[in-house]
């Protein structure tokens, strides 16, 4: 297969148009085995597709694992994140709530210090079994995940000190690019004014179903030259056939909503995963955009999606129903993969 690659902001770096998300080979609502994700970046790699994402966070050091025995000895290019120590010891049940299935005996420990970024990069590599991350992301700052008090005191770690390690790894070349991997754009605005980010993988907000980025983020990021990395193109199932919206049960408008463009797809005859799949790569803020699977199988269903094309009437009739930004740049149609 043929796959197109594209900068991360203004860096030399490049990354394939299509990546992996690496949360679910840590067992994330369902159980993963260690094969099953070594079986998900074979399919990949196979592929031609060469950017892997993960983060301390999944599976509490299952996902590091995983990837890193994956790619170690290939031509990769790799992103993960800081802002979390994971210090020993299981709690019960942690985060049952976020779908962890048999993590490591870890428990996540905030910390977007200069102190914990430095330690979180370095214990990264050793979890990784690798030399070399080439993105660094900090992970799940903002209020969506700690509320307006708590993500003060961190917003303030990470201004004080937490950037600065981020900016000292990238202008030592230890990382080639940094930014923020979180699952609300409201922090990214913030985060623009206290550092000059390369790019943001932004979960679930840029995508067939949401484009509100469209009205403050975009542009912003297309004025400071940061780049977009697209994670959950699916909205966490939904946009495949699952009743998941942002990690949780979907609401009825987003349902309704969903079964709208579902509908418009197929009356043009395409499967809704394509279309979901093509949408957010039409922006030439977008570097990538890296679904999730859980087995190589999965993953393969998604290279399938990948290599199809679209007719333009599709675009052009979601935009007019509505359901697709009036500034949002449409597709042209031509598949992901060739």
């Given at each position: 297969m043929n796959v197109q690659s594209r900068p991360i902001g203004q860096t030399d770096l490049e990354v394939t148009e299509l990546g992996v998300g690496g949360a679910p080979l840590a067992g994330?609502?369902?159980?993963?085995?260690?094969?099953?994700?070594?079986?998900?970046?074979?399919?990949?790699?196979?592929?031609?597709i060469t950017f892997v994402d993960t983060a301390p966070f999944y599976g509490f050091g299952r996902s590091e694992r995983a990837v890193g025995d994956a790619i170690r000895?290939?031509?990769?290019?790799?992103?993960?994140?800081?802002?979390?120590?994971?210090?020993?010891?299981?709690?019960?049940?942690?985060?049952?709530?976020?779908?962890?299935?048999?993590?490591?005996?870890?428990?996540?420990?905030?910390?977007?210090?200069?102190?914990?970024?430095?330690?979180s990069f370095e214990d990264s590599l050793q979890r990784l079994g690798l030399d070399r991350i080439d993105i660094l992301l900090a992970h799940d700052i903002g209020e969506l995940q700690h509320g307006a008090k708590d993500n003060?005191?961190?917003?303030?770690?990470?201004?004080?000190?937490g950037y600065r390690a981020m900016d000292e790894l990238r202008?030592?070349?230890?990382?080639?690019?940094?930014?923020?991997?979180?699952?609300?754009?409201?922090?990214?605005?913030?985060?623009?004014?206290?550092?000059?980010?390369?790019?943001?993988?932004?979960?679930?907000?840029y995508t067939l179903l949401e484009q509100d980025p469209l009205s403050d983020l975009i542009p912003s990021c297309m004025d400071r030259g940061a780049?977009?990395?697209?994670?959950?193109?699916?909205?966490?199932?939904?946009?495949?056939?699952?009743?998941?919206?942002?990690?949780?049960s979907a609401p009825e408008d987003v349902k309704a909503r969903t079964r709208k463009i579902g509908e418009i797809?197929?009356?043009?005859?395409?499967?809704?995963?394509?279309?979901?799949?093509?949408?957010?790569?039409?922006?030439?803020?977008?570097?990538?955009?890296?679904?999730?699977?859980?087995?190589?199988?999965?993953?393969?269903?998604?290279?399938?999606?990948?290599?199809?094309?679209?007719?333009?009437a599709l675009w052009t009739d979601l935009q007019a129903a509505g359901l697709i930004h009036a500034d949002a740049p449409l597709p042209t149609g031509a598949a992901i993969l060739s």
């Open positions: 994330n609502f369902s159980e993963v085995s260690h094969t099953d994700g070594l079986d998900v970046v074979n399919a990949a790699f196979e592929a031609g000895g290939r031509d990769y290019i790799l992103s993960s994140k800081c802002g979390r120590l994971l210090a020993p010891g299981a709690l019960p049940n942690p985060f049952e709530d976020a779908g962890m299935n048999n993590p490591l005996p870890f428990h996540p420990v905030y910390d977007y210090t200069y102190d914990g970024v430095m330690r003060a005191h961190y917003f303030k770690q990470l201004t004080d000190g202008n030592n070349g230890d990382v080639k690019a940094i930014g923020l991997g979180v699952n609300e754009a409201a922090i990214c605005m913030s985060a623009l004014d206290i550092g000059d980010w390369d790019t943001f993988l932004l979960a679930g907000r780049s977009l990395i697209i994670g959950g193109p699916f909205n966490s199932g939904i946009l495949v056939g699952k009743d998941m919206w942002n990690y949780a797809c197929t009356d043009h005859k395409v499967e809704l995963p394509v279309a979901a799949l093509q949408f957010p790569l039409a922006h030439p803020v977008v570097s990538s955009v890296i679904p999730g699977a859980k087995n190589g199988a999965e993953f393969k269903g998604i290279l399938n999606w990948a290599s199809q094309t679209t007719p333009p």
